[in-house]
C-alpha cells in the first residue's frame, strides 16, 4: 500500500540534544513537508522540499534542518538551538502539479525534558 | 502574508447538522481544502474544492466557497459522535508550494 510513514511515533531527548525525526513515502511524490503541530496553533510550516538535493525554509524554521538526498526521504532534525523543541511534528507529501493536496504521516510526538 | 482563519470550537448533538467557517486572505488559490485530524494522529484529506467552482457535494459533506468574501464553509449533515475531531481549513501559500493551514475547529458531538 502506498503511503507516508514517520518514526518513532513517540520520542524523548534530553534538553541540549540534537534529534532527527524519520519520514519515508512511497508515493512516487515529489514534493515533502514538515509542519509543527502545537495545541491552539494550527500546523506551522517548517520546511519544504519540491525535488531532491533541493529544500525551502518555511515560517519557523530556526532551530531545525532538512535534508533530501532521495526522493522518497526527507528526515529533520530538530536542534539544540531550538528553544521550545517539544512539540507533535507531521511530514507530509505530495505531487507538484496541479493542486497541493497534502497527504500526511501519522506524527511524532517529541518530548523534551 | 497569507492567513487562513477559523473559529476555535463547536459543539452540536448528534444528528444535527454542523457548519465550520472559515476565511482566508490569498485569492489566487486554484483549490482550498479541508482536512479532518482524530486524536493522536495525522491529517486525513476531507474534501476539496475547485476555485471556479461556488458548491461541491460529497455525501454528508458540502462544502460552499464566497470568493468575493473569501469565505468557505464546511456543512456535515446528520453529524454523527464519530465525526469529532479537529477539522482544518487550507489553501495553498502564494507561491503554490505548499499548504497554510488555519488553527483547527474542534467539533465536539453530544449524543
Known amino acids: 500500500d502506498g503511503g507516508i510513514t514517520q518514526s518513532p511515533k513517540y520520542l524523548f531527548r534530553k534538553e541540549g540534544q540534537n534529534v532527527t525525526l524519520s519520514c519515508e513515502q512511497n508515493?512516487?511524490?515529489?514534493?515533502m513537508y514538515w509542519y509543527r503541530q502545537d495545541p491552539g496553533q494550527g500546523l506551522r510550516l517548517i520546511y519544504y522540499?519540491?525535488?531532491?538535493?533541493?529544500?525551502q525554509k518555511g515560517d519557523i524554521a530556526e532551530g531545525y534542518s532538512v535534508s533530501r538526498e532521495k526522493k522518497e526521504s526527507f528526515p529533520l532534525t530538530v536542534t539544540s538551538a531550538q528553544k521550545n523543541p517539544t512539540a507533535f511534528y507531521l511530514c507530509?507529501?505530495?505531487?507538484?502539479?496541479?493542486?497541493?493536496?497534502?497527504?500526511f504521516g501519522q506524527g511524532t510526538r517529541l518530548t523534551v525534558v | 502574508g497569507e492567513d487562513v482563519e477559523q473559529s476555535l470550537f463547536l459543539s452540536v448533538r448528534e444528528g444535527d447538522s454542523s457548519v465550520i467557517n472559515c476565511t482566508y486572505t490569498?485569492?489566487?488559490?486554484?483549490?482550498l481544502y479541508w482536512y479532518k485530524q482524530e486524536p493522536g494522529a495525522g491529517l486525513q484529506l476531507l474534501t476539496y474544492?475547485?476555485?471556479?467552482?461556488d458548491m461541491k457535494q460529497d455525501q454528508r459533506l458540502t462544502v460552499l466557497l464566497n470568493k468575493k468574501d473569501k469565505h468557505l464553509s464546511l456543512r456535515i449533515a446528520d453529524t454523527q459522535t464519530g465525526d469529532s475531531a479537529i477539522y482544518f481549513c487550507?489553501?495553498?501559500?502564494?507561491?503554490?508550494?505548499?499548504?497554510?493551514f488555519g488553527k483547527g475547529t474542534t467539533l465536539s458531538v453530544s449524543s
Open positions: 507530509a507529501s505530495s505531487r507538484v502539479d496541479g493542486g497541493v493536496e497534502a497527504f
Open positions: 508515493l512516487n511524490h515529489d514534493a
Open positions: 522540499s519540491q525535488i531532491v538535493n533541493d529544500f
Open positions: 490569498d485569492s489566487s488559490s486554484t483549490y
Open positions: 474544492i475547485f476555485s471556479n467552482m
Open positions: 487550507a489553501d495553498a501559500n502564494q507561491a503554490g508550494t505548499a499548504l497554510i
